[in-house]
């Protein structure tokens, strides 16, 4: 029997709370977690890929079935390389469905055997993105209770 394996891609630029909460839902679901923090190029990132990978490390530092990959590319074609056979994606609202789902269709179409799994952010993480934790960084914000305990910028 094959172990279970999901992929959560993004640009993790910073790492907050609510993608450690989609991490720690999703768990019971599948063997192992890959975190995979890439490039995305329509977004100028503002932490270094060393930085976001430093940081998710830390954060699941105490977990041996979570693991953080850097990757460039495709993330279908990063799947196949991983051997995992599902894409980890979380939900704050119904803009971010709309923009998931079509990516999870066009994966879909590239290779079948990969299937998207979405998972809704807790009421309590919905307001905070990356995008938004960034903008109060740059404007000298305290942004400590967006980010896990593991996290200080």
Same mark, same amino acid.
């Given at each position: 029997?094959?172990?279970?394996?999901?992929?959560?891609?993004?640009?993790?630029?910073?790492?907050?709370?609510?993608?450690?909460?989609?991490?720690? +839902?999703?768990?019971?679901?599948? !063997?192992?977690?890959?975190?995979?923090?890439?490039?995305?190029?329509?977004?100028?990132?503002?932490?270094?890929? =060393?930085? +976001?990978?430093?940081?998710? /490390?830390?954060?699941?530092?105490?977990?041996?079935?979570?693991?953080? /990959?850097?990757? /460039?590319?495709?993330?279908? !074609?990063?799947?196949?390389?991983?051997?995992?056979?599902?894409?980890? +994606?979380?939900?704050?609202?119904?803009? !971010?469905?709309?923009?998931?789902?079509?990516?999870?269709?066009?994966?879909?179409?590239?290779?079948?055997?990969?299937?998207?799994?979405?998972?809704?952010? /807790?009421?309590?993480?919905?307001?905070?993105?990356?995008?938004?934790?960034? =903008?109060?960084?740059?404007?000298?914000? =305290?942004?400590?209770?967006?980010?896990?305990?593991?996290?200080?910028?």
């Amino acid at each position: 029997m094959s172990k279970k394996i999901a992929v959560f891609p993004g640009s993790f630029s910073p790492f907050t709370k609510g993608h450690e909460s989609i991490v720690l +839902r999703a768990l019971p679901l599948f !063997d192992e977690i890959i975190i995979s923090i890439g490039i995305n190029s329509a977004k100028n990132d503002y932490f270094s890929i =060393d930085e +976001r990978v430093q940081w998710a /490390e830390n954060v699941f530092k105490n977990y041996d079935n979570i693991k953080v /990959e850097r990757y /460039e590319g495709l993330t279908i !074609d990063h799947c196949m390389k991983m051997g995992a056979k599902y894409i980890l +994606r979380g939900l704050r609202n119904s803009h !971010d469905f709309k923009y998931e789902k079509g990516i999870a269709q066009m994966n879909h179409s590239m290779d079948s055997g990969i299937e998207t799994i979405f998972i809704i952010t /807790e009421p309590k993480y919905s307001h905070i993105s990356s995008t938004i934790v960034r =903008d109060v960084i740059k404007n000298g914000g =305290d942004i400590s209770q967006f980010l896990p305990e593991d996290i200080s910028l």
